[in-house]
């Protein structure tokens, strides 16, 4: 709870103390309305498990890829929408910073749809894997700003970057599986992490 | 003069609930009924007063909706609350300043 009853209620004796609790309250209602990371940890497993059977599908040649892709993206947009809505729901509560983070992540998740589906038809080709690597580092590192976090910057960001150089450099079949490691590693620990720091802020609270 | 003149600051803000309630919409974008009165600690009965007078200061904007077929009132601060908002606080910035001169001056 921000301020306490007693606080609310006695009358401001001075301006520095005015201050001082407008700044409490602005403080801890930001601190609060930080995202839960339900979003990392959702799509850290499921697009790790949609590359796992991708490089199955690869291995046997089963000639599926881009309609199991078009079903992990469709089918993870839905959820991801569902996590959003209730998140919001249950914190009753939007902030710019919130808005912030859904439009990078939007923007994000529309730019590697694009350039995984018809990059695939086009000129791509095995670079795309390198492409999204690369662009999702973009994101975490525009993220860990919004929540001013400087691991989230340079831990997940760095990592993924670098896993994106290394699917350049060294191409083959074997990136898929690289980046099914970079969504466990990079996604899937920041979003555990993100919970549980918004856990434990929800009973500090 | 020897006190802070409080005649400066905005009557509607200066009262610590309402001012507890700005602060929060002012760090936010929206807020619903239940997450204020959770944050303030304040009763429905006691929020819905200070709110009502918020809102006929048009410093906040209402907004009634359903989520899951359950009626919720959401919150916002608007351009004019925002704006007296600041003023609010530049206005006790001053007196803050004033005092800390008259301090001085005082032990002069």
Redesign the interface.
Known sequence: ?????S??????P???D??A??RK??????R??VDNGMNYIFWGVWASLGAIASYISSVYQWKIGLYLWGGVISVGWVISWLIVRRGR?K??????A??VLGAVWMGCGIAMSLIGFVGSMTVLGTGITGVLSIITGTGFYISGLVYGSLWLRYYAAIGWWLGGVLMFCFPGRHVILMLAAEMLLFQLVPGVILYRRWKSEQSE? | MTDFDYQQLDDIIHSRIRLAIMALLASLETAEFTYIREKIGATDGNLSVHLKKLEEAEYITVTKTFVDRKPVTIYTLNKKGRKAFELYVERLEQLLKQSNRFGVEEKK
């Open positions: 709870m921000i301020p306490s009853q606080d609310i209620q006695s009358s401001a001075n301006p520095a005015e201050l609790f407008i309250v602005m403080q801890d209602s930001r609060t309305a729901q914190a009753g509560t939007t902030s710019l919130n808005n609270a």
